[in-house]
């Protein structure tokens, strides 16, 4: 689990979930990492959000939003 947003290239990643809490978002991350995906954990004002991937072309992130969209069905793709 990422942290950091300055390890990131730069992107696209698929943003699954919103939480408050960043204990909330680091267990959904492990999750999903237990599960063989990369995640990501990026803090934005009071809410923390969990995206997967790292992706340099938005087509390829699209091949992984297909699939997430099964469990995440709001899930979306987005710039990092």
């Not at 919103?18 to 959904?28: D, I, L, S, W």
């Not at 969990?50 to 087509?59: A, L, S």
Request: positive net charge; proline residues 1%.
């Amino acid at each position: 689990v990422k942290d950091d947003k300055s390890e990131v290239k730069a992107g696209y990643t698929i943003q699954v979930a919103t939480f408050r809490t960043k204990t909330y978002a680091q267990k959904e991350a492990e999750r999903l990492k237990k599960k063989g995906l990369e995640t990501l954990i990026i803090p934005r004002g009071e809410f923390v959000t969990v995206c997967v991937g790292n992706f340099f072309e938005r087509q390829e992130a699209k091949i992984s939003l297909n699939q997430l969209k099964k469990t995440y069905h709001d899930c979306f793709i987005r710039r990092l």
